[in-house]
């Protein structure tokens, strides 16, 4: 081999390294500045800050499933995920089935899918539909959740979709945030009428609720342990969300 042939790929190699670092160090940078953005609880920061902790658990630790839409040796959920469960699961709260419905009526479903918003909400919307087994579902989603600015579409369809079981907290004495995020990590397992059924069943005690919650699996019991984490007992506030 040159020496100077030799040199270019010893530096490429640097490079890569150098690259590889400073993009990791760049990952933990955000995270750490968002996780210092909700050190206390307010109305206004409940909503992402439950989404980050609780539901995809610090959007999936930085790591991200793989390309073949399984979701095989990852963990969280990512504003990017385009997955292969339940006939097709995508984004930061993994919408499927049912609530792909509300995904495709805030978008342009001509432009991703060649296809109406009628025809995907009829046909590719239930878990026996067979939707991520096309080509053109997952080339569609891959490139809409690709767009930094549907992100924020994502987070508003997270909180209406869970903004009735928290209004059925509300309604039943419940005031803080560690109580509302327990609504909220309940009812993104069992629907908002599943957990007003749980949370009744155990007299509307947030604290009863949980722990029954966390009996049920081992995914409910690592959500009941993020609830722990960000919004621990010891430190929650009254909010009005």
């Given at each position: 081999m040159?020496?100077g042939?030799?040199?270019?790929?010893?530096?490429?190699?640097?490079?890569?390294?150098v690259?590889?670092?400073?993009?990791?160090?760049?990952?933990?940078?955000?995270?750490?500045?968002?996780?210092?953005?909700?050190?206390?609880?307010?109305?206004?920061?409940?909503?992402?800050?439950?989404?980050?902790?609780?539901?995809?658990?610090?959007y999936?630790?930085?790591?991200?499933?793989?390309?073949?839409?399984?979701?095989?040796?990852?963990?969280?959920?990512?504003?990017?995920?385009?997955?292969?469960?339940?006939?097709?699961?995508?984004?930061?709260?993994?919408?499927?089935?049912?609530?792909?419905?509300?995904?495709?009526?805030?978008?342009?479903?001509?432009?991703?899918?060649?296809?109406?918003?009628?025809?995907?909400?009829?046909?590719?919307?239930?878990?026996?539909?067979?939707?991520?087994?096309?080509q053109?579902?997952?080339?569609?989603f891959?490139?809409?959740?690709?767009?930094?600015?549907?992100?924020?579409?994502?987070?508003?369809?997270?909180?209406?979709?869970?903004?009735?079981?928290?209004?059925s907290?509300?309604?039943?004495?419940?005031?803080?945030?560690?109580?509302?995020?327990?609504?909220?990590?309940?009812?993104?397992?069992?629907?908002?009428?599943?957990?007003?059924?749980?949370?009744?069943?155990?007299?509307?005690?947030?604290?009863?609720?949980?722990?029954?919650?966390?009996?049920?699996?081992?995914?409910?019991?690592?959500?009941?342990?993020?609830?722990?984490?960000?919004?621990?007992?010891?430190?929650?506030?009254?909010?009005?969300?």
């Amino acid at each position: 081999m040159k020496k100077g042939k030799g040199l270019n790929i010893a530096l490429t190699i640097v490079s890569v390294m150098v690259i590889g670092v400073s993009g990791t160090l760049l990952v933990r940078y955000i995270r750490n500045k968002r996780k210092n953005n909700f050190n206390k609880t307010t109305s206004k920061n409940f909503w992402p800050k439950v989404l980050y902790g609780v539901i995809s658990r610090e959007y999936g630790g930085g790591k991200s499933c793989p390309n073949d839409c399984s979701s095989r040796g990852c963990y969280g959920k990512r504003y990017t995920d385009v997955l292969c469960l339940d006939s097709g699961t995508i984004g930061i709260a993994h919408f499927a089935s049912g609530g792909l419905k509300k995904v495709y009526e805030v978008m342009d479903t001509e432009k991703y899918f060649n296809r109406s918003k009628s025809e995907m909400i009829n046909n590719y919307s239930s878990k026996d539909s067979g939707a991520s087994s096309n080509q053109w579902w997952l080339d569609g989603f891959r490139k809409w959740v690709s767009e930094p600015k549907n992100n924020k579409v994502q987070d508003d369809l997270f909180r209406q979709s869970r903004q009735s079981a928290v209004d059925s907290a509300k309604e039943n004495g419940w005031t803080t945030d560690r109580e509302f995020a327990i609504a909220v990590g309940v009812s993104n397992s069992f629907g908002n009428s599943g957990f007003r059924s749980k949370a009744s069943n155990n007299g509307w005690d947030a604290e009863k609720t949980l722990e029954w919650y966390r009996r049920q699996s081992t995914h409910k019991n690592n959500r009941a342990i993020a609830i722990d984490r960000w919004f621990p007992k010891n430190k929650e506030v009254k909010i009005n969300i």
